[in-house]
């Protein structure tokens, strides 16, 4: 390690953001510093909250009013002083974005290189006109496809849908899209008056007639009588009976697309969406642009081709094409097999051809000697800005990979590898956990891009957990000793080495002591096995995967092998179909239900299911997408709180039920922020301002509601207090206390009860979701699904984590979980390792057995991580264990 220049030194004095306690601290520059702790104990309130919020805050300070309006600021520290920050750069861990028109080359902004490409040196159908950059974007009124409008699909009303069950007669209920009550009825009796029968087998209609009734445009008005029948009708009329309203019938797709589209009820909204499907746009099919666009082509593929070639394979094509002696061929003939058989392979999956989209122009007979060097110019400076993203383990991915597919981890390091290109110097880097999702292999690459990130004048700022980057650093800042209250204090700064003199560190244990090498799990028997043959998802391909019942299972491999796809995809849909019991999923948005979708799972499971009752997936999915949905109600804790406070003498005089004391629904809340507890200003040519509701101050309830008190506390009190401090202030109320006890559980003891479910992390969302299993009663039979639970987690909460899933496992369960922590995949008791490598390369079982057996696979990369882990010997050298 080189040395760390102590004049040159960031200085931070009287730091409250959230848990900090006035902490004081001087951390170097120009150096990689690299924040520890427990989960909770202030490292993100140190880095982000204070360091980089002030660094920002000063920068902002510089900005046109009206520019700061389109910049997500991070707001205004609690500090007394900060002296010595440079201008800084954070990057979050994050969910991808919600818009299916980003990707991962718009974030990265390598899909303006392609479109320069197409645009200047593409091969143009003859007689075609030379095409701008924005042609060549879905994103641009320019380029997109005018039917699809640039997302590559369309929402689609079929037949199936609509009618379920084909028996039914239109009177019985056929159409299940039409609308209920009252107005489904009228159409009934509309078709009637039309003359159509509504009294026969749907399917015994005519083809012509349920066109008409489910796909017609036309709008007919007539006079109708009321649950008539023809015969009916002939005498009415003849009798000269009035009918009883005129009624315009309204085709049933359309009726779907209409209220679908228009609708501002969630429950009709909801009724209606379960007739709207997605497909691939038939006039692009799914490549997002118009037809002029799609007839360029470079090297023989089409712009949208090129964007779905892996990054690895597209660097491969860039090294080429750069290359003095390259000479195009004039259909692409030069591109490799293995390439064109990836791009082939796509538009097929995509619904298109096996050739390409404009098969039969006539295409220019050669390149002029300015489009071959706009090319190799491109292709350069392309091939130069993917090598990081390849270092860092994101080969795998496409450039049209959709962001919000991608991982929090993923996206960092995609951004992170951005930021390599810009060729910044003297900025500081603030990351949070760049290590999340990274496969110790990857970590290697890792530890490199930040290193060079110093050695270009830069300070990296990094909050950590992996021990291997904890010992890669040039100066430690470990906070703790706890997490919340019991956290917030700067135990040690200094050069790493220094830590193993620090008893009071949590951290020290891992990295000095004998806490890094956990003790082995002792044999235990099986009750049988699962056994899944050919699992398709993704990039799983025809594999047989099995998983013994009454064991922990960790699945591992590189980024992008495919262990969420087997663990979080293939094996509860697989499992769940078994059992007759569907592995529910969150209900998409409506811009969910446009993006690409892969294939569905295949496979299925062979032989016994064991004891396995049911199946259920703990993932990283937030625990509700508002505010108003906290850490309490999702546990349901919230539902036995408020019968303790409607249950106090003073309520009982008032008559104020358990309702009373939410602040989602009207009544005990504050009718001023309606329960949400701060207000929003708009301010004219500056950022929205949120601030605290000036009636109820931030508590979200009226005046009455806070009257009432129980054990000394109101119920906006109850909502502040920590999940640790409640488990004290609940300890004669079990019913409240057992939720409590298992957020504690798996590491959750600094987070508020009435903490918003926005404001949780992927990892932290994981672990509500698990705690909220812990609290049931022990039982067996379930199969419990994980993808990297330990992610985002300290060595010490990891240990704690563990020895809840193992709780679960000795109670007669099953879990298998998606795991890159080498300390945890050696303590499971069965281990399989996919790859070799990511994407197309891996998708298979590498090696599956003991951790001991996995980690003498001669195949796999994992291998040689293990072995060091376990402190056996690694006959081929090409690891060491981490330490100081």
Not at 411 to 431: D, E, I, K, W
Request: glycine share 10%; hydrophobic share 40%.
């Amino acid at each position: 390690m080189t040395g760390v220049d102590l004049h040159n030194t960031v200085r931070v004095r009287g730091a409250r953001e959230h848990n900090l306690r006035d902490v004081d601290v001087d951390v170097p520059r120009d150096a990689l510093v690299v924040f520890t702790g427990v989960s909770g104990s202030g490292k993100s309130s140190l880095a982000f909250g204070t360091l980089f919020a002030e660094s920002q805050r000063r920068y902002l300070e510089s900005v046109a009013p009206f520019a700061r309006r389109l910049i997500d600021q991070a707001g205004v520290p609690d500090v007394d002083a900060i002296e010595g920050m440079p201008p800084a750069v954070a990057l979050q861990q994050q969910r991808g974005g919600t818009s299916v028109r980003s990707s991962v080359g718009s974030v990265t902004t390598l899909s303006s290189l392609l479109r320069m490409l197409y645009s200047r040196a593409g091969d143009y159908p003859a007689d075609a006109p030379m095409l701008y950059a924005e042609d060549f974007s879905p994103n641009t009124p320019q380029g997109a496809c005018p039917r699809c409008h640039g997302i590559g699909r369309v929402y689609e009303v079929t037949e199936e849908l609509m009618v379920p069950d084909p028996s039914l007669t239109i009177r019985e209920g056929a159409i299940a899209s039409w609308p209920p009550a009252w107005y489904g009825k009228s159409l009934r009796d509309v078709l009637v008056t039309l003359g159509y029968d509504v009294d026969v087998p749907w399917r015994d209609l005519p083809r012509a007639d349920r066109d008409w009734i489910l796909f017609t445009d036309e709008r007919p008005t007539v006079h109708v009588y009321r649950d008539a029948t023809p015969e009916k009708i002939r005498r009415l009329r003849e009798q000269g009976v009035e009918p009883a309203y005129k009624g315009t019938y309204v085709g049933a797709q359309q009726y779907v697309l209409e209220t679908f589209a228009k609708t501002k009820s969630g429950s009709v909204k909801k009724r209606v969406a379960q007739f709207v499907g997605a497909a691939l746009c038939p006039s692009c099919h799914g490549k997002r642009l118009k037809p002029e666009s799609l007839a360029v082509t470079f090297d023989g593929l089409d712009v949208a081709e090129l964007s779905r070639l892996p990054m690895a394979r597209l660097a491969e094509l860039c090294a080429r094409v750069a290359d003095p002696d390259w000479a195009p061929a004039e259909s692409g003939a030069a591109l490799d097999a293995r390439a064109r058989g990836e791009a082939v392979a796509e538009r097929v999956a995509a619904g298109g051809a096996a050739h390409a989209s404009a098969p039969d122009v006539r295409h220019t007979p050669n390149m002029s000697v300015e489009k071959r060097a706009a090319a190799q110019r491109l292709v350069a400076d392309l091939g130069e800005r993917l090598r990081p993203m390849i270092e860092l383990g994101l080969g795998y991915l496409s450039l049209a990979r959709s962001t919000p597919t991608l991982s929090g981890g993923e996206l960092q390091r995609v951004r992170l590898a951005t930021q390599l290109s810009s060729q910044l110097f003297g900025v500081v880097y603030v990351l949070d956990e760049p290590s999340a999702g990274l496969h110790p292999r990857d970590r290697d690459a890792l530890r490199g891009i930040l290193a060079g990130l110093k050695e270009r004048g830069n300070t990296v700022f990094v909050v950590e957990h992996s021990l291997d980057v904890i010992a890669a650093a040039d100066w430690l800042v470990d906070l703790g000793p706890g997490a919340g209250t019991r956290g917030g204090r700067v135990l040690y700064s200094g050069e790493p080495a220094g830590l193993a003199e620090v008893a009071e560190s949590v951290t020290r244990r891992y990295l000095f002591g004998d806490g890094a090498r956990p003790a082995p799990r002792s044999p235990r028997d099986t009750g049988g096995e699962l056994e899944l043959v050919g699992v398709t998802r993704n990039n799983l391909h025809e594999e047989t995967v099995t998983v013994p019942l009454h064991r922990f299972t960790a699945v591992t491999g590189v980024s992008g092998a495919g262990k969420s796809s087997l663990v979080a995809q293939a094996i509860p849909e697989l499992v769940g179909e078994r059992l007759g019991k569907p592995v529910s999923v969150a209900e998409p948005d409506d811009d969910d239900m446009l993006a690409e979708t892969a294939a569905p799972v295949g496979g299925e499971v062979r032989g016994d299911l064991g004891d396995v009752k049911r199946v259920v997936c703990i993932d990283q999915k937030p625990i509700g997408r508002t505010p108003r949905s906290n850490v309490a109600t999702y546990t349901g804790m919230f539902d036995h709180i408020r019968k303790c406070f409607a249950a106090t003498p003073e309520a009982r005089k008032r008559d104020y039920k358990p309702g009373r004391f939410s602040f989602n629904v009207a009544g005990g809340r504050c009718p001023t922020c309606e329960g949400e507890g701060w207000v929003m200003v708009e301010l004219l040519f500056l950022p929205s301002v949120y601030s605290p509701c000036p009636d109820c101050h931030g508590s979200r309830y009226n005046p009455e509601t806070l009257e009432i008190e129980w054990e000394g506390r109101t119920i906006a009190q109850v909502l502040d207090l920590t999940v640790e401090e409640a488990l004290e202030v609940f300890d004669g109320e079990p019913a409240v206390r057992q939720p409590i006890q298992a957020l504690v559980d798996v590491g959750l003891g600094y987070l508020r009860l009435g903490q918003p479910a926005t404001e949780l992390s992927g990892g932290e969302a994981q672990r509500v979701k698990l705690a909220s299993e812990l609290q049931r009663a022990a039982r067996g039979g379930t199969l419990y699904v994980l993808d990297e639970p330990t992610a985002g987690l300290h060595p010490a909460d990891t240990d704690r984590l563990l020895a809840h899933l193992f709780r679960l496992v000795d109670a007669g369960n099953t879990v298998v979980a998606a795991e890159l922590d080498m300390r945890v995949v050696a303590q499971a008791d069965h281990v399989i390792d996919l790859g070799p490598g990511a994407g197309g390369d891996g998708g298979a079982v590498v090696a599956a057995g003991t951790p001991a057996q996995v980690a003498a696979a001669p195949g796999s990369v994992t291998a040689p991580y293990l072995a060091a882990e376990l402190g056996v010997a690694d006959p081929g050298g090409r690891v060491a264990r981490h330490g100081l």
